[in-house]
Structures are given as structure tokens and as C-alpha cells.
């Protein structure tokens, strides 16, 4: 009996070795080589972006990082303690740590993700003090041009906890840089590459043997680069005209594509200091700044379009018949136009007579169009303007634009104001640019860009992608050429922006003064070149004061820029 339980236990005592040594013999091969190889990630360089013409927008240059592995969350409190005095870490940054390590505790924990080279030789010298720790070179976003590029190529910043709980960032790890505003942002499947991993080996309480592993490293996927359409000269040049003592956007398009050849928001900021993390005092100072550089004037902010917007009324009235490109309204203006208990005033004190459509554009006489709007009707004016999509977003592929404001319909006045809250009188301000309608510099843009593109709206796009089109109105030839004639007499002598006007070269567009009942007035002016076949839009917008032939001077100086033409006389002389 005893001879047959031996027997059995022996048979059970090999069948346990050939099983161990045999059939899990790989398993446990791996087991013992991942105890003894710990994994170092390798960041991956982001793609860089270019402009249209090859030239640099972000690239990367080296810099350092410093992580370090720990066997639990004290381990990893008490070696931070250590460091602290020589990393200069604060409480911030050690909870940072302590976050990024219950994440993903298998895998370094990234103390330092930009370190200067004077903290780098420090810790050399007392690598054996820290054998835990682990530096090691990685990509670093810069942008050569700084603020001039900011407004749309955004920033890199460390991957936050929040961005870690969203699905589209779930193959992310903590420690990890992704776009977090602009091109940056929108782009950042594109960008953003495929991390690689070092092995390295260590003993059994995880220090480092040998600084290479058995197992090949897997080398870092560096991203494609991202070609854009900006022209980045020309961004350069729209940036020198604002300077440091204007404020407000501007928008260049090429209208046959929509592409984007230019886009600021003044003032900027530089993105190489968010990078890595926003230094707490310049955060603070771009806070206070009562300009708000770190709204986007451009794509974010939206204003009154004033008399820019006189653009959509003509056209509204012309599809909707109401108006013959002969006609004349039947009150002419004398200064001002009476309706019901209220005197609507036109900008010109003296009036401008008895106006055809064409005349009403080119002196963008109040008094017209005030006219015009009630023989639209308001119903017809909201859907009319609806139509031309100055509800929507111009669809810029850039995360942060603000959506426009105007009327969804009739009912918008009543719940706001109540049944009885408001009058017809809400049309006369429409028709001119004001009331219910706020718009951003981008979509004024993308406007005037169907007008120029004979009702074709594009899609604006910084990046190269497919473009989008999409038919907006539709205008007679004869109709069209009114208008045209219209916004190319606002440019001549006097024009309301006629000292704008470059020799040799006919321009389009409209200037506007838009009320703000924050202070003062803004200035706008939407134009675009060669008047008879386009191949620019410019929209500028100026903030506070600033009337609307100033923002026409630098539109016309960006179009001559653009087209090789100038100097234009005017901008230099008031520059």
C-alpha cells in the first residue's frame, strides 16, 4: 500500500517537473525576464508643422526629463523628500508625481518633464544615490516665431487626469505631452507619433546592472509632418502692422479654396513658455491684462459687424426681389430716418440724397439700408441671414471658435423680451450690422469670401484637407456686378475707404464702425483683391476706438503685401 502511494506521489512529482519545465517553461522564462528588464519609455518626436511655402512653424529641439521607479507609493514619498531639495519641487509638483504613479504604477513616474542641464548635472553626480532615477534626453515642442504664431497653432502641455478619463486619449499613459489648444490640439492624431521602449536590466530590488537589456529596444515612431497653408511671411508682415499698440484679429483667405494664408489675434503670447508647463507669474500677467491676449480675437471673440454686414442685406434683399439694383428707397436720406417714435440716425450728419443700391454701398448710407431691412421683413431677414450662416461657426479647423450670434427666429425677440418687449424697430438695427448679430472675424471672412466665390461659402482650413464648398446664395450676373460695383466704389475717391485705395490694383470691400456698449466703437473692414477675380479676403477687426478706415489701411496693406503690390502710401503715412 505504502509502495503504491510512493509510487503515485512520484508520478504526480514528475508530472509537475515536466509540466514547470516542459509545457510552462516559456511562461516562465518571460516572467523571470520582465522581473529582471524594466521598460523605459521613449517619447516619440511630434511632427512637425510647416507653412505653405516649407518654412518652420513647431518643430522640436532636445531637452531632458527625469522619472523615476518605485515599488509603492511611500517608496516613491520618501525618494521624492530626498529630491526635493535639489529639484526644487514644491508641493504642486510632488503631487503631480504621486498622481501620475497610482495611474500607471508600472511605469516611471516623470518628476521633472523638462529639466534644465544645470538640475541634469546635479543628479549625474549623485546617481548612485538615487539608483531609481532615470534621465534620459526627449522632444521638446518649440516654435521658432513665437507669438506670431500663436493664435493658431496653439501649444503642448502634459496630458491631465481628465484628458486620461476621455475615451480618445485612452491608449495615452500619464507623464506624456498631447496639443492643447490650435493646430497642436485639432491635430493631434497626426502629431502626436508612437512612443518606443528601452529595456534595461536590474537586480532584484529594481536597481539598475547594465545600462542595455538582452531585449532590442522598440525605437520611437517619430509623427508625419503637418503642412499647412499659412503663408507664414505674410503672417509675419499682418503681425508688424498691429504691432504692440493695436488689439483686435485678422483673417486672410484665399476664396476660390478656403484656404487660411494668415490668421492673429493681438495682442499674443508666447507658446514656448506654456510648454512644459505655464510659468505661474506669466499665467498671472497674461490674466490681468485687460486686453485679453489669451482670447482669440479672430475665431473667439464676436462683435457688431456694423455696416461689413450691409454686404448680406443687399444680397438677402436682392434673392428675396424686394429690391432692383436701380431702385431707391422712397424716404431719401436727409441724416437720419423716422420710424414710429424714434429717429434711427445715419452716420453722415448731412445725408447722402436719394441713393441706388450700388451708391447706398459705396457711402454706406444708414438711411438705405434701414429701408431696405423693413422691406425684407424680419422673418424673411432672420432666415435670409440664416442662410448665409451667420448662425454657424465658419467651421475653421481649430477647436476653440466661438459660435456667431443671430436670431433663430421670431421667437428669439419674444422670449427674450417678452411678447410685447420689442418692436419692428429690431430690423433697422439688423439691417445695419447691429441688435441681435454678433459676429466673429473668421465668418466675415468666410462671408465675404462667397460673395467673391459668386455665392460658392468655403470652408476655411489652415491645414491642407479636402476642400468644402458650400452655395450659400445665388445672385443674377447683373445683381452681382451691382454689388461688386458697390464695394469696389468704397475704395475709390470718396469711398468710406478710399484713402485705402493701392494704384494698379482694384480692391472691394467694406468698412464698418460697430457700436459696442462696453465702450468704445470697434472697427471692421472686409475686403478682398483683385476685385474682378479674387484671390484674397481680409478681414480685420479692431477693438475699441478705432474706426473703420484704420482697420481698412492694414487690410489693404495685407492684400498688397500679399499680391506683391504697394507700398501703399496710406498705411505708411498713418502707420
Known sequence: MSSMALAIGFVLLVGAFFKTQVIQYKQ????????????????????????????????????????????????????????????????NDINKAISRYRRAPTRPTVILPDATIDIVSVLEEHRL?????????????????????????????????????????ASYKPGQQIGKAGLEKQYEPILHGKEGVRFDEVDARGRPVRGEGPRPDLSAEGAPPLYTNIDLDLQKF?????????????????????????????????????????????????????RRPLVNKAIQGTYPPGS?????????????????VDDHMPVPCTGGYQFGNRYFRCWEKKGHGSLSLEGAIKHSCDVYFYQLGLKIGLAR???????????????????????ARWPYAIDYYNKKYGARGWSNAETLNLAIGQGANSQTVVNMAKLYSAFAAKGMAPRPEIAHLVPQRKQVFTLTSLQDS???????AVLEAGGTAGASAIQGLTLAGKTGTAQNTGGDDHGWFVGFAPADKPKIVVAVLLEFGLHGSRAAHIASAIIGHFLKVGPIKAVMDEG
Open 28 to 91: 516562465y522564462v518571460m516572467q523571470s525576464e520582465e522581473n529582471r528588464l524594466r521598460p523605459i519609455p521613449l517619447p516619440a518626436p511630434r511632427g512637425i508643422i510647416y507653412d505653405r511655402h516649407g518654412e518652420v512653424i513647431a518643430e522640436n529641439l532636445p531637452a531632458y526629463s527625469v522619472s523615476i521607479t518605485a515599488p509603492s507609493v511611500d517608496s516613491l514619498r520618501s525618494a521624492l523628500a530626498q529630491l526635493a531639495p535639489t529639484l526644487q519641487l514644491g508641493q
Open 129 to 169: 544615490d538615487f539608483p531609481r532615477l532615470i534621465i534620459q534626453s526627449v522632444p521638446k515642442r518649440y516654435y521658432p516665431d513665437g507669438p506670431v504664431v500663436a493664435s493658431f497653432v496653439g501649444y503642448t502641455g502634459e496630458i491631465t487626469e481628465s484628458d486620461l478619463n476621455d475615451p480618445k486619449y
Open 238 to 290: 499682418t503681425v508688424g502692422l498691429f504691432a504692440d499698440s493695436l488689439q483686435g484679429g485678422a483673417v486672410a483667405i484665399d476664396p476660390n479654396t478656403g484656404e487660411v494664408l494668415a490668421l492673429y489675434s493681438a495682442p499674443s503670447w508666447d507658446p514656448n513658455k506654456f510648454t512644459g508647463g505655464i510659468p505661474v507669474e506669466y499665467y498671472k500677467k497674461l490674466l490681468d491684462d485687460k
Open 308 to 324: 461689413t454686414f450691409k454686404l448680406a442685406t443687399s444680397i438677402i434683399g436682392l434673392e428675396e426681389g424686394v429690391v432692383g
Open 381 to 403: 431677414f432672420i432666415a435670409g441671414g440664416i442662410s448665409l450662416t451667420m448662425r454657424d461657426k465658419s467651421g475653421i479647423d481649430l477647436p476653440e471658435e466661438t459660435q
Open 482 to 488: 451691382v454689388v461688386l460695383e458697390g464695394l469696389k
